[in-house]
């Protein structure tokens, strides 16, 4: 709506005058009926201190195009309460005759039909004239008004320009238009700025409460930002790092900025920082900052302790160990006593080897072990020796640097130790480890430290080595297949762990325990072991021990039957022969039958496993992925495919 018709509009005079009426509104009034004073007063101005000295500025400047003229300017809030007024002194001597003061209220409902008051109720510009006051005291005025608005479209005042009723003019009223006009783009820049420092300061909490190291800087390495915590990891203050340049504070900033220039992605990579104190490794990420147009701008560093990255990354992968003593099934009191001292030996320092048949639990134990330990909450990290190719073992152990061989990540990529950093390494059948890596194992172990391959920086490491084998290394030291010096170097604190043979007494409470969590865990009803199978389960030989007999129950839960092995062939069976699986020959009789009752129930697992290992040319990394798998239930496979094979005198199961 242009001026002109706001001016011309005369129906909001008729509908105010109707809702004076309707309010009872003296005509003689001159005074407000409503005029706060004192602290009430006090408490308004503060309470609007922002309206008010927005507004003031551009009062002043509209009361001096008319200064001279007889005319004063009002402004109120949104209830037609005076904030402030400025005018000439003999027209503003007569308003305050009225008590046109700060504090009165010009709403129509006390004092009636005014420009300020109607352009609350109506929320446009508007003028009122002479007789279209509803009070006859303010006859011989001419008021022009516009509602003031805040940025969210609210009415939150009004500002007012008054003169003698002769003065009247249209242009009045323009000039009191732009004045609010004015008035709410200031409040809109000053909401805006207000915004934009909100957000900088929330941006500013917000990354100086992530619990990395960030700064930015221009392509020349000129620092431009920091972080509260990239300060503290560097020993500068932030002043003194926005001093300096990122070629004297990063080591790699030729590499990193050729990277950003030519968009290529340099994220987790390993770097050393030059900081006041020392030379630090660091793990660094970088972001390119790019404008509207896709121009690179800045860069963003993100740099993280190697330890917190190695931390956040186990617990994404998995490096945790999940059992605890109070976990480990079993009543016999020899096996109580290897418990007790394995308790007694957990938190230390020193390697430990545990030695023990394939399925005695090596691995239960080496994790029980790490979550008794002060290092519970830092990394495990397995690594079986005999699983991985040997071409890849050394690689897998100590990691490498970018480049450093055919089909290696141009970043590079720690190894298990560097993973391990922290907490515990687990060496399973650390008998299969070939005689080189034996050599740099030992390096390790003795001065801490590893090297990745291609590189020659060395790498502090706090690892724990807890080993496992199968075999016995004793006699793969006499036969010269182990290092003498490695065995004792691991054999500190032995634990040799108890076939399941030698603690039958633990049969009955780990057939139950098997059977109840199995069968939740695939949804089936839990066989009843009568006491006839029962006491076949303890004149048998386990020689795959606790594993084999989780296999048996695990097979009874799939079948809802006792597997043949354990059950007599009539009532005229000798049971002494039956009891005589003690033998030998029995016993490779009934061990082959087991195995293969097992084996046909996975025989197309089996293959499969094999066509992708085969197919991935013995990688178990990308067949694991492939198989959709993780690589340690891939290691358990084929540890599992081979024991039994291997105890089998003919597979034909799996030609």
Known sequence: MSIVEMATEKDYIINSHKRCREYKVEKERIFSKKIITGKELFKKLEAKRELIDTAELYMTQLYNFVKGSNFFSIITDEEGCILSIIGDSGILSEAFSFKMVPGAYMDEWSIGTNSMGTTLVEGK???????????????????????????????????????????????????????????????????????????????????????????????????????????????????EMRLMKMCNLLEDWGNVKTSVMNKQSFTNVDVFVNSRRKKLQLNLSVYPHLDDEHHLMNIVFVFMEVKKVRKMANRIMGHQAIYTFDKIIGQ??????????????????????????????????????????????????????????????ESELFGYEGGAYTGAKSTGQPGKFEIADGGTIFLDEIGEMPLDMQTRLLRVLEEGTVSRVGSVKEIVVDVRVIAATNKDLKE????????????????????KLLPLRERKADIPILSQYFMERISVKLNKKSVNINDETMKSFLEYEWPGNVRELENTIELMVNTGTIPDSFI?????????????????????????????????????????IMKVLELYKGNVTLAAKALGIGRNTLYRKMEDIRTICSEIEHCSILE
């Open 125 to 239: 510009p508007l003028q009122v004239s002479g007789n279209e006051h509803y009070i006859k005291a303010y006859h011989r005025w001419t008021c022009s008004a516009s509602p003031i608005r805040n940025p969210r479209g609210e009415i939150i005042g009004s500002i007012d320009l008054t003169g003698y009723s002769e003065s009247v003019n249209l242009h009045t009223l323009g000039m009191v238009v732009a004045a609010a006009n004015a008035i709410e783009e200031i409040l809109n820049i000053k909401r805006y700025t207000e915004e934009l420092s909100m957000t900088k300061k929330f941006t500013e909490i917000i990354i100086d409460s992530i619990d990395a190291g960030i700064l930015t800087s221009d392509l020349r390495g000129n620092i431009i930002t920091v972080n509260q915590q990239v300060s503290d990891m560097f020993g500068y203050r932030p002043d």
């Open 332 to 393: 016999d009191k020899n096996f109580l006593r290897i418990i007790e001292y394995a308790k007694k030996i957990a938190d230390s320092r020193s390697n430990v080897l545990i030695m023990g048949e394939s399925g005695t639990g090596k691995e239960l134990f080496s994790q029980a072990i790490h979550n008794y330990n002060c290092r519970k909450d830092e990394p495990f990290v397995v690594l079986n020796c005999g699983a991985i190719p040997r071409n890849l073992i």
């Open 476 to 495: 793969e030291v006499r036969k010269g297949n182990f290092r003498k010096d490695l065995y004792y170097r691991l054999n500190v604190i032995p634990i």
């Open 568 to 608: 007599k062939a009539d009532s005229c069976t000798d049971a002494k022969a039956f009891a005589a699986v003690n033998q030998n020959e029995l016993q490779q009789d009934v061990t082959m039958k087991t195995m293969e009752e097992n084996l046909k129930l996975e025989v197309m697992e089996v293959r499969h």
